[in-house]
């Protein structure tokens, strides 16, 4: 499998698992917060990539790179925008449901 095939096949379920609770957020912030993380990867992985900290088999990517970074290495950002804030709501609203019951 190729990791573009993985990295879909995450980003789907990642939005789908968390699509219901996305809604419930500005999609601005989100779209910034998305902006730096990839931003920070086209750096990041380029300097990484550049010393030689890592390689990429390339039967496994598309070749498409964004700077030095391959395209696939951008849906790991995309994945923790998604889930981060979904995460924090599912704290949130566990947390106010124990204290709305009176339970500490």
């Known amino acids: 499998m190729t990791n573009i095939v993985l990295n879909l096949v995450v980003l789907a ?13 500005r999609a ?36 498409i790179y964004l700077a030095g970074a391959p395209l696939e290495d951008f849906a790991y950002p995309l994945a923790a925008v998604l889930l981060l804030p979904a995460v924090w709501t599912w704290v949130g609203d566990g947390r106010r ?8």
């Not at 449901?97 to 500490?104: K, P, V």
């Open 13 to 25: 379920l990642v939005a789908a698992v968390t699509g219901w609770t996305l809604r419930r957020h």
């Open 28 to 63: 601005g912030p989100l779209l910034w917060t998305a902006a730096v993380m990839v931003v920070l990867t086209l750096v990041f992985d380029t300097i990484m990539i550049a010393v030689g900290l890592y390689t990429y088999a390339p039967d496994k990517i598309l070749g």
């Open 97 to 104: 449901r124990r204290h709305a019951g009176g339970q500490s």
